[in-house]
């Protein structure tokens, strides 16, 4: 690994696990990863909370801290609370709890995540009418698919894409790939952008987002990895067939 890295930003799903699989030799991989270097863990994952997210990692024996995650749903929280606001979530169940303290009828922001089930056109109908008396979008995550155990599944972009183009708005994206979500990260390591390498498998969400936040990068072919992504013009500085592979670059 080039000498200017000093951290280590990793993807979780699609990285570390895919559907409810750990990525095989993930958690040595990571194990040894931070006996070199400080790390953080990002997702754009919300169907769960994040302390479901912390149990399922350690579940799979990934030895990792609370603190070390950054969650979407962390970040979307602490803006709504920073600048005061109520919300209509439009997320699962689980993840709906996480917001229970700032629901509202008159919501200052709708936001939105990968709402499963919850992706009904009554739901989208009540996010629609509240973005048409004022409220504003918030795209929590804004990713167009992930890997589940079978096959890939659609995640909240189309729903989001939906909402702008009905209600004639565009949404505020909170998680990958915006350069906040990965700046918060990085400050959190004391460390500045090009000092930390961004691990992940989705080209777009955190290859491109990473580089587009200063950030040198590197492409697994796990999750939702498919060959093609390597002809969308977007080049990794690294690139390997798994997590396993960062091991082999740091000896």
Do not use: C, W
């Not at 009540?126 to 918030?138: K, P, Q, S």
């Amino acid at each position: 690994m080039r000498p200017r890295v000093k951290g280590v930003l990793f993807d979780i799903g699609g990285v570390l696990y895919v559907g409810e699989s750990p990525v095989k030799g993930a958690a040595e991989a990571v194990r040894r990863i931070k006996e070199h270097f400080p790390v953080r863990f990002l997702t754009n994952t919300t169907r769960m909370l994040p302390e479901t997210i912390y149990e399922k990692l350690r579940g799979f024996g990934f030895e990792i801290e609370r603190e070390e995650i950054f969650t979407a749903l962390d970040a979307t929280e602490s803006y709504v609370r920073k600048h005061n606001g109520s919300v209509y979530p439009l997320l699962t169940d689980e993840a709906e709890r996480y917001f229970d303290a700032l629901r509202s009828d008159t919501p200052d922001y709708v936001v939105v995540g990968d709402a499963h089930h919850n992706f009904t056109y009554e739901r989208m109908n009540e996010a629609f009418r509240a973005l048409m008396n004022g409220a504003t979008l918030i795209a929590a995550a804004k990713n167009k698919y992930f890997k589940e155990d079978d096959a890939l599944s659609m995640d909240a972009g189309g729903f989001v894409a939906a909402l702008e183009y009905a209600a004639d708005t565009k949404a505020m994206l909170i998680g990958k790939p915006s350069r906040d979500f990965f700046h918060l990260a990085v400050d959190a390591m004391g460390l500045q952008p090009r000092e930390v390498v961004m691990v992940g498998d989705d080209i777009e969400s955190d290859i491109k987002g990473a580089q587009d936040a200063g950030l040198p990068t590197a492409l697994v072919k796990t999750g939702k990895f498919r060959p093609a992504d390597l002809k969308k013009g977007i080049r990794p500085d690294y690139l390997f067939s798994d997590i396993t592979d960062l091991v082999g670059i740091l000896d």
